[in-house]
């Protein structure tokens, strides 16, 4: 089955706790991207990777890193966790090179919260 | 500043009304999606425009790109529509996307 998984689904940890939320999807996607949602905010894009090694900063890119080593895996990095990285949090992915018209898959997101 | 405006913010409809939410942005793009997120949280690609119209099923997406503009109608609404309804962009210069902030819709039987 096509999809996208992302792990752990729920986190509750404390400031300063490097953690890491994993992304992985089966479709040889050449996009992925790392969003969050927040309440009046909406979705905002953190980092996005048109290609393995190749990744580009997003609207809010403070506080978090990336990496695109394999093009199935987009792990989300937080080195040093604050409670305003606090959110649900989206990897998703598409293709790319087959035009824009291409459908975003989302995995089904993580909350976390950071005390 | 928002690069995507979404109206209304919040609908309520009757079972069978039609419904219409619009999208305004401001940057040039090479796309735009229309997203929905049940109220579970799970998000899905209902439409994904660069011109024109498209139709599927009872939901239909129309885009004008010299006016920035983009609707999405929902014919004969059902209560298993209510849920969140996304604009989003992908910016034609460098493939980032922007997001509008959500039209939270609720059909009452």
């Known amino acids: 089955e096509a999809q996208v998984t992302q792990n752990p689904r729920y986190l509750i940890t404390v400031t300063g706790k490097k953690l890491t939320v994993t992304c992985s999807q089966n479709m040889n996607h050449e996009y992925m991207s790392w969003y969050r949602q927040d309440p009046g905010l909406g979705l905002r894009q953190i980092y996005y990777?048109?290609?393995?090694?190749?990744?580009d900063k997003g609207d809010v890119p403070e506080g978090y890193k990336v990496s695109r080593k394999e093009k199935r895996n987009f792990p989300l990095i937080l080195e040093s966790p604050s409670p305003n990285q606090t959110s649900l949090y989206f990897c998703?992915?598409?293709?790319?090179?087959?035009?824009?018209?291409?459908?975003?898959?989302f995995g089904d997101g993580t909350r976390l919260s950071i005390l | 500043k928002n690069e995507v405006e979404q109206s209304p913010q919040n609908l309520t409809a009757q079972e069978g009304e039609f419904i219409t939410i619009n999208c305004s942005y401001s940057v040039g793009i090479s796309a735009l999606h229309w997203l929905q997120q049940h109220p579970g949280g799970g998000i899905v690609s209902l439409f994904m425009l660069s011109s024109g119209k498209k139709k599927h099923g009872r939901l239909i997406a129309t885009i004008n790109i010299q006016e920035k503009h983009s609707s999405l109608h929902i014919t004969a609404s059902h209560p298993r529509d209510s849920a969140v309804y996304i604009c989003a962009v992908i910016k034609r210069v460098g493939n980032q996307f922007y997001f509008g902030t959500g039209t939270s819709l609720t059909v009452i039987p």
């Open positions: 990777s048109m290609n393995v090694e190749v990744t």
């Open positions: 998703a992915s598409s293709f790319l090179y087959r035009g824009p018209n291409q459908p975003q898959h």
